[in-house]
């Protein structure tokens, strides 16, 4: 984007006395309350956080939901099943 200046945020940052990389470079505990956590889009934290470990671990993700279920949540958006 032409008038992004990614200064200006570091400036800013600096001159709140904050730590830009604290916020968006470190790993987090999964228990951590995240400044998101407060959006809801339907897929639930722990389908995320089971997601994360099966692709850590096992080096895969489940399969689309269009071949099967994982269970995320995003059923509540449609009132039930989300492909049949």
Known sequence: DE????QRWYDS??????????YANRL????????????DFCVSKNFLIRENKIAKEENRTTPHCRQQCSGCGANKLVGGVCFA
């Open 3 to 6: 008038y992004f200046d990614p």
């Open 13 to 22: 940052f600096a001159k709140a006395g904050l730590d830009g990389a604290f």
């Open 28 to 39: 987090r505990p999964y228990e951590e309350i995240t400044p998101w956590d407060h959006l």
